[in-house]
DNA sequence: GAGTGAAACATGTATATACATGCCATGTCA
DNA sequence: TGACATGGCATGTATATACATGTTTCACTC
């Protein structure tokens, strides 16, 4: 009783797959303690040694953490990168106190926008697209505005969320099994439309991150227009885990 | 005749440091070959599982390339990040074709500057602190502009560096041996003095790259203002290496 | 009851061995 | 000369075994 999938790929993989897979359909929950190494030599049918790559493997990628002598646990899901870890503004103001307020006002919401558009943002042959526009408040601030073109048909229930309250890179994170993301980072000075909505000067500054994500067809492009005050930046502080030649 | 560190970390560690070390003192140059593994095995005296792991985890972590029945080679050097590999704008212009030329101006270049500069970057103790204004040209035409704070006592031969040709952030990466580097990214109104030298009108937006190093001690601290007129941008397209949950 | 020590158990490392897989150079045959 | 087979060599994977190291637990002793 293997419980291994039965494709080409090296065994170490297949245990691998076989952890994320309890991992994803949680079946294994965050910080649950995983089988023990023997256990999953007795379970799996693999030696040991096999076993231990596969953890050690999944652990430097983050998705587990181990404890020698205790124990080995599935980690708190990891950033797919610091730049969207960043961005993600909610979890900014909502992790920088407690007298902070962060607010959302959902715009406008259409699920056939123009072709040209379409066209434009590459989904090709895969509409209708929902498109939306959500302004993110601080204090009743508006500090941010985001643009998002989403593929409903890859990404469940996606019509059904509540935007108002989640935030939306965290959600199409969570649900999305992406195989590419694409990051752009550009400044522009702000558009009429824009600074209405941000309640900033036309022609200020506006820090733009452009995410599109595909899985095989385009997911999702999110677009969020910041204005940068000198108050909100994106920002990455990397340590290597080797000694640089 | 071990050839290995006798510190207490283990075999294979020891393996990936006797590698890099070859790597870094030039005795294995850039896509040189690597003696094979049961070489290694002869010459290190230690099996050939362990040279196995020290060098697969050199490989996933970009420092080789290996090919199944062929060898094992240098890899040529990986960028820090996405964000430097793309903010590098001279390597931009030159790998955009043949037809743009590249041009620098080294504005000026000072060793003592002010007490309020030094401390804000925190070049705390270390003065005298380099102080350099560079800005890049492409076609004639002002692209971005350079500002960096360097301590030179860190930076072997900093002062003798022609850096109209060589970019910066390209010799301090192959030079320092950094533990930790720091990025923020921001959007700015250019002001009169970023206005002037980048040929821009005032108040056009500009994207900042704030770039700060560490070796225990700051390193440098590079910020480069481009001008942003839907020409340049930052971005780095990930991935995954592995299957999402 | 508090402290101590040993056993049990977890992960971490190192080795020897075997076989699989991929590439290349060599040589042979048409 | 070209196509093909083959052997050599390199890396890739899997296993069994042994020991090292760190943690927890639990019984024993004082």
Known sequence: ????????????????????ANIGSGKWAQNARLPSENDLVNSLGVSRMTVHRALRE??????????????????????????????????EIRDRGGKHRAGVILLERVEHPAAAIVSAFEFDR?????????????NDVPVQLEE?????????????????????LEYLQRCTPLTEVEHLISAVPAGAEQARLLQMPERDSCLVLHRKTWTGATVATVNTFTHVGSRYSLGSRYRPTHKPA
């Open 1 to 20: 009783m293997s419980a291994l999938s039965d494709s080409a790929s090296p065994l170490y993989e297949k245990v691998k797959d076989f952890v994320l």
């Open 58 to 91: 999944l652990t430097s990628e983050g998705h587990l953490r181990r404890v020698q002598g205790v124990g080995t646990f599935v980690a708190p899901p990891k950033a797919q990168s610091t730049l969207i870890e960043v961005s993600n503004i909610i979890n």
């Open 126 to 138: 895969v509409k209708p697209v929902d498109h939306s526009l959500v302004v993110h408040f601080e």
């Open 148 to 168: 998002r073109y989403v593929n409903p048909a890859l990404v469940p229930h996606y019509l059904d969320q509540d935007f108002t309250s989640i935030a939306t």
